[in-house]
């Protein structure tokens, strides 16, 4: 299968000290759906060389979701960033486990008309998401149940990407619109009303590591090093912010309000360890088994493995949750 759109690739060689020897490092290819804040922290153990430094020669590549499971379980990847998508995937029997969460909550917020003053309001008024079932989908779906009113009281309108949601809500196509951090605060610059933010509602895991149940067993010390060069991203993220609103705004090919607006609203949804909030691991499996019609309880053990994240939380003696 040809990937598409390779978008970073750490490189560089770590050269053994013992009798000068170097070795080669090993490539791995992970992917990402959009290059967006939601991967940054990829995005981030990438260009400061956090890879490299776990002689890894790391390439993000952006695929989506329904391309991403084949690639996974053929092996044309070896990891992907994309959380939901791996616990959906694992839940229609595919052989994957989710290992690591970076991100543990949603990154939208929910923008309308200012003649909408409470979230009651949106009770039949329609509200614009990218496309049915996708993660702005899910994200808007979840965020009306924590406002306390069934999805069934609004209709969803598929809008496509940020841009596209906010121009349906300028030209009065919708009455609100589920957008990223960036394109909320340019819509209430333009007048419109915050509703409500995702990410202060309730935890969901939407970015972390995946990878297959074989890639576990017979390459546990790759996913490891794999692992520590998330965690040192993510904190890298975390602990400097002019320096990674400028790789966002490169990265993402936005200007630097937009990229500072969307650090500043969703920098606290990172995990700087890597851990799998259990609550909220709870939500995505609940999502995904409505979404594929099962009835049975599914355990935490069947779409995750967080054993190797606390052995790497151990040995870099950070203290997950």
């Known amino acids: 299968m040809k990937l598409l759109l390779p978008l970073f690739a750490a490189l560089g060689l770590v050269g053994g000290l013992t009798a000068k020897i170097t070795f080669a490092a090993d490539n791995v290819k992970i992917s990402i759906s ?15 060389g956090f890879f490299s430094q776990e002689n890894l020669n790391a390439e993000l590549i952006r695929i989506g979701g329904n391309v991403m499971v084949p690639a996974l379980a053929n092996g044309d990847i070896d990891y992907t960033l994309m959380f939901g998508s ?24 929910l923008v309308g008309k200012t003649a909408i003053t409470t979230p009651q309001s949106l009770k039949g008024k329609s509200i614009a998401v990218s496309s049915f079932g996708a993660g702005a989908y899910v994200t808007a779906v979840l965020t009306v149940q924590h406002l306390g ?7 969803f309108v598929a809008s496509g990407g940020d841009a596209g ?8 196509l919708v009455d609100a619109a589920l957008l990223n951090p960036a394109a909320a605060a340019r819509a209430e610059r333009l007048g419109f009303r915050v509703i409500a933010k995702s990410y202060e509602l309730f935890t969901f895991p939407y970015a972390g590591l995946g990878t297959t149940n074989r890639k576990l067993a ?17 904190r890298y993220m975390r602990e400097n912010r002019d320096e990674i609103i400028q790789v966002l705004s490169d990265w993402a090919k936005i200007d630097r309000q937009s ?7 969703t920098w606290k949804s990172t995990s700087q360890y890597g851990s799998i909030p259990e609550k909220g691991l709870r939500l995505v499996i609940e999502d995904a088994k409505s979404a594929l ?15 190797l994240v606390k052995e790497v939380q151990r040995e870099m003696k950070i203290k997950g949750r």
């Open 34 to 48: 959009n290059v967006e804040g939601s991967f940054l922290f990829g995005a981030v153990a990438a260009k400061k």
């Open 86 to 109: 791996v616990v959906r995937a694992t839940l229609s029997n595919f052989p994957f486990k989710v290992v690591a969460s970076f991100v543990d909550s949603p990154t939208g917020a």
């Open 149 to 155: 009113m069934s999805p069934n009281e609004v209709k």
């Open 165 to 172: 949601r906010l121009a349906a809500l300028q030209n009065g």
């Open 218 to 234: 017979e390459k546990p010390a790759e996913v490891k090093r794999v692992l520590r060069a998330l965690i040192r991203g993510s």
């Open 259 to 265: 990229a500072t607006d969307y650090y500043d609203a």
């Open 293 to 307: 019609k099962i009835q049975r309880e599914v355990p935490f053990s069947e779409v995750a493995d967080d054993s």
